[in-house]
């Protein structure tokens, strides 16, 4: 996540003090950012964000957690409300488009959700970072995949120093 | 693989017919290719290739398969001579260093001798061609290695439509 930390939008939306460059990533980051109506995320990345995101969480739009813990909506500062669902990607889906309206639904991570929706055959788009670190374990992203899995097109590639920047649009 | 049937630089040397793109990723693989003086690869790549390579096996260099079979080298047109290494992957290395001279050797593959040659720490550059397929199951690129693992930073990309082309060098 590195590259990241130096994109402007990103330094702004977190409130990380002032600098950070202003190019083609940073475009990215925010046309990205300022599409989406509602997001989804795991319980893992929930639990990971919870304890370390500022207390205005920087989502600003609904937040819908897949997770089996029954909890009250969670309203944050700055617009953000996590919504925790205990009815599975489909219910979190169609809440998401409620909410959304005529605006996209980003499913935030992690790779569990992200293949789980997949598998549904609803991902219209893959934003992927791409940074040559080596972790030797951990989830992998493309796993665990129906056969035949859905199948995109390279749609925009943004080279950068930090990480390469993939965009595929489905076929 | 689809991406490089169509480089023109591909089609001469595997006598496909006349045609094809002779532009930037053209150039990398013209240039990959004739700054190797040695191959190695594994048994799996070679069993596969000695079915549909054409006689004229496209490396023109001596190539060192690792493999516990004992056999004979085996000398196609062309000047691609296959040695048959049954002493692990150093012996192999150094075999191909001294057929080298002052080219570079290319692991060529597949998946399992290369994560042996990272492991050994002599991997300088990786030069990825990545595509969105899913496969859905297959050998993994990035697994099996030691930690700390080799670091590398991203030297170049070159987008084209039908894959991203990625360079990176050891940092």
Chains 1, 2 share one sequence.
Do not use: C
């Amino acid at each position: 996540m590195g590259w990241i930390f130096n994109q402007r939008y990103f330094r702004e939306n977190l409130k990380l003090g002032p600098g950070g460059e202003t190019g083609p990533i940073n475009d990215l980051l925010r046309s990205t950012t300022e599409r989406i109506g509602a997001n989804v995320m795991g319980k893992r990345m929930f639990d990971q964000g919870e304890v370390s995101w500022p207390e205005e969480a920087p989502f600003h739009t609904p937040v819908y957690v897949l997770t089996h813990e029954k909890r009250e909506p969670w309203a944050r500062p700055g617009g953000t409300t996590f919504y925790f669902i205990n009815d599975g990607p489909q219910r979190a889906l169609q809440l998401a488009r409620e909410a959304a309206g005529s605006r996209d639904i980003r499913i935030a991570g992690g790779a569990d959700v992200i293949q789980q929706y997949l598998n549904l055959d609803v991902v219209d788009e893959l934003e992927i970072a791409l940074a040559p670190v080596m972790f030797g374990g951990g989830r992998r992203l493309f796993e665990n995949l129906r056969e035949p899995g859905p199948q995109f097109r390279i749609d925009r590639v943004l080279d950068d120093p930090a990480a390469t920047h993939l965009r595929y649009v489905r076929k």
